[in-house]
């Protein structure tokens, strides 16, 4: 989506319409290659209004990466609590939810992925952090499904990192104008996901 045209598109206000501009223009040209004018002017507002919401550049990067985070383990959590108790059930949902936000949300996921390098440190310590805590949902499951005999990979913190970065990729190569609808992709990665552990039945 081009930035010139957040203003017209976004249904939000104030901060929303703001974020929504820093995403567009992070997209198109990273951050450090963003300006708050550019910023500014894909929200259709002065550079003055954004401090009256933001104080820096840096603080809205941190904050459009921690909402999306939030997103995500709440997507992803939501769907493990309506999987049932079989862990290649529980994977499978964790992973459809994680395909689908990094589809249906796609450049809040290609400014996760990408500027991570760009974060000051206290905001580094915060991503990761729940970053961790995402991946910790996959390898609860995965290092259950092992004591549990249901799963026969014998390195489930490896397949756990493979499956995340699988699921997190598509954000960078998935079109909406593409073959696969964000479902169908889903559902083919549920299954890749499931692979990757070496489920015994």
């Known amino acids: 989506m081009c930035a010139a045209k957040v203003?017209?598109?976004?249904?939000?206000?104030?901060?929303?319409?703001?974020?929504?501009?820093?995403?567009?223009?992070?997209?198109?040209?990273g951050y450090h290659g963003t300006s708050m004018r550019d910023i500014a002017r894909g929200a259709d507002i002065t550079v003055a209004s954004i401090y009256h919401h933001f104080a820096s550049k840096q603080e809205i990067l941190q904050d459009i990466m921690v909402r999306a985070l939030h997103d995500a383990i709440a997507m992803t959590r939501g769907a493990l609590l309506r999987s049932g108790g079989a862990p290649a059930d529980q994977l499978q949902a964790l992973m459809r939810a994680w395909v689908m936000f990094h589809t249906t949300r796609q450049l809040d996921a290609m400014v996760g992925a990408t500027e991570?390098?760009?974060?000051?440190?206290?905001?580094?310590?915060?991503v990761v952090a729940l970053r961790d805590e995402q991946e910790h949902l996959f390898r609860d499951v995965v290092e259950r499904g092992v004591e549990e005999g249901d799963f026969a990979t014998e390195y489930p913190r490896d397949a756990?990192?493979?499956?995340?970065?699988?699921?997190?990729?598509?954000?960078?190569?998935?079109?909406?104008?593409?073959?696969?609808?964000?479902?169908?992709?889903?559902?083919?990665?549920?299954?890749?996901?499931?692979?990757?552990?070496?489920?015994?039945?």
Request: contains cysteine; aromatic residues 4%.
């Open 7 to 29: 203003a017209a598109v976004s249904t939000g206000t104030g901060r929303q319409v703001i974020l929504d501009s820093a995403v567009a223009n992070m997209n198109e040209r």
């Open 116 to 126: 991570i390098r760009s974060l000051d440190d206290a905001g580094r310590r915060l």
């Open 160 to 201: 756990v990192r493979g499956i995340i970065n699988m699921g997190q990729s598509v954000c960078t190569w998935w079109r909406a104008d593409g073959p696969l609808k964000p479902e169908e992709l889903a559902e083919r990665y549920a299954d890749l996901a499931l692979a990757m552990v070496k489920p015994t039945v």
